[in-house]
T-cell receptor, first 114, second 111 residues
Framework: GAVVSQHPSWVICKSGTSVKIECRSL??????MFWYRQFPKQSLMLMAT?????????EQGVEKDKFLINHASLTLSTLTVTSAHPEDSSFYIC??????????FGSGTRLTVV | GEDVEQSLFLSVREGDSSVINCTYT??????LYWYKQEPGAGLQLLTY?????DMKQDQRLTVLLNKKDKHLSLRIADTQTGDSAIYFC???????????FGTGTSLTVIP
């Protein structure tokens, strides 16, 4: 079946640095990518939606200058957390869809900012 | 990665029960989850079950786990139109550092 590879699985970075998370669809064309952040009660908050070749649409309350999303090709989307702070420590997960037909999730990235 | 599978679509009549099924392959799964996604929203955690449990009930929701067959189901009693959404099952190990989601089941409730 469809596979989305998300890297890295976990990362520790220093406060003030930037971290890039990649999501690749391995065997299908991801026309739409979704980025989520998981909060302590296990609900996943939708951060942004991106269509290939277009600017991402951010949800209310998500800083687009802090969470940079690039979806330059049909198989790759990246989320860059810029100038990371400890409060950005969380679990980030991507999901990809091909023309709205089903969703395939990455396995997530655990970010710890120290 | 691990395989988590769901059927893509389910339609039920209002007032009937809905049963959404999920199968997974990872025998080391510790937690199994059901999430609900309404249009344009994130994934809301509905319920979860530990792998050493067989059943969990929470109001209209009943989760059944058959660990031998690696089969998880979510039963919604007295399904309402507000239950129309996409339902995802997911599993994780006890570290919680890796999640594996199903593709989602789109539930349509017919008035």
């Amino acid at each position: 079946g469809a596979v989305v590879s998300q890297h890295p699985s976990w990362v520790i970075c220093k406060s003030g640095t930037s971290v890039k998370i990649e999501c690749r669809s391995l065997d299908f064309q991801a026309t739409t990518m979704f980025w989520y952040r998981q909060f302590p009660k296990q609900s996943l908050m939708l951060m942004a939606t991106s269509n290939e070749g277009s600017k991402a649409t951010y949800e209310q309350g998500v800083e687009k200058d802090k969470f940079l999303i690039n979806h330059a090709s049909l198989t790759l989307s990246t989320l860059t957390v810029t100038s990371a702070h400890p409060e950005d420590s969380s679990f980030y997960i991507c999901s990809a869809s091909s023309n709205g037909y089903g969703y395939t999730f990455g396995s997530g990235t655990r970010l710890t900012v120290v | 990665g691990e395989d988590v599978e769901q059927s893509l679509f389910l339609s039920v009549r209002e007032g009937d029960s809905s049963v959404i099924n999920c199968t997974y392959t990872d025998s080391s799964s510790t937690y199994l989850y059901w999430y609900k996604q309404e249009p344009g929203a994130g994934l809301q955690l509905l319920t979860y079950i530990f792998s050493n449990m067989d059943m969990k009930q929470d109001q209209r929701l009943t989760v059944l786990l058959n660990k031998k067959d690696k089969h998880l189901s979510l039963r919604i009693a007295d399904t309402q139109t507000g239950d129309s959404a996409i339902y995802f099952c997911a599993e994780s190990s006890n570290t919680g550092n890796q999640f594996y989601f199903g593709t989602g089941t789109s539930l349509t409730v017919i008035p």
